[in-house]
């Protein structure tokens, strides 16, 4: 148990749809990520944030935002779905070493009809 | 190299068979070379963090080295086992925490 949490597991809807992945971050850790496996692709960098600023971006979507709570959750926002945004969605956390390991979630299986 | 790159795509062992991957990564920008192990319906999980050019890293049966220079790390397996089928990941840091990962070697080790 990487001590990740990610909900829901699973995730069925519709195009034109919106939807909203949780994350709650290892105890102890600031940085949250959040990395996009779709078929036959490597993890694909989403979005960073520390301490509830965003730090860094990957190859997010406009229909796509993040944010990071008070609280070092976070959540990342779908919007306008699309049948290519069906995905593996995986949320990790790090400490605040600059090379610190990531700590993965289960991940959340989204897939859009 | 732009991307980081893993060979070989999936690889096929015998028990006891030791093997090797390589994964490239662009030597400019380079911060840190991670390895994850990710287990079929599990997530990926932390093998090595490796920073300096010569790094070499071992746990148990798998150790990993880095070459900064020409942009290069190899994972290697000593004594294969059925329990290390898995999808070996590799990920350059290009600057804060940012990881651009490979598509990962897929190894599988019967019995």
């Not at chain 1, 995986?90 to 989204?110: D, K, M």
């Not at chain 2, 090797?20 to 030597?27: A, G, K, Q, Y």
Request: hydrophobic share 30%.
């Amino acid at each position: 148990d990487s001590g990740v949490t990610q909900t829901p597991k699973h995730l069925i809807t519709a195009t034109g749809q919106r939807v909203t992945l949780r994350c709650s971050p290892r105890s102890g850790d600031l940085s949250v990520y959040w990395y996009q496996q779709s078929l036959d692709q490597g993890l694909q960098f989403l979005i960073q944030y520390y301490n509830g600023e965003e730090r860094a971006k990957g190859n997010i979507l406009e229909r796509f935002s993040a944010q990071q709570f008070p609280d070092l959750h976070s959540e990342l926002n779908l919007s306008s779905l699309e049948l290519g945004d069906s995905a593996l969605y995986f949320c990790a956390s790090s400490g605040q070493g600059e090379n610190s390991p990531l700590h993965f979630g289960n991940g959340t299986r989204l897939t859009v009809t | 190299i732009l991307n980081v790159e893993q060979s070989p795509q999936s690889l096929h062992v015998q028990e006891g068979d030791s093997t090797n991957f390589t994964c490239s990564f662009p030597s400019s920008n380079f911060y840190a070379l991670h390895w994850y192990r990710w287990e079929t319906a599990k997530s990926p999980e932390a093998l090595f963090v490796m920073t300096l050019n010569g790094d070499e890293k071992k746990k148990g049966r798998i150790s990993a080295t880095l070459n900064t220079k020409e942009g290069y790390s190899y994972l290697y397996i000593k004594g294969s086992q059925p329990e290390d089928s898995a999808t070996y990941l590799c990920a350059s840091n290009t600057g804060f925490q940012k990881l651009v990962f490979g598509t990962g070697t897929r190894l599988l080790v019967s019995p």
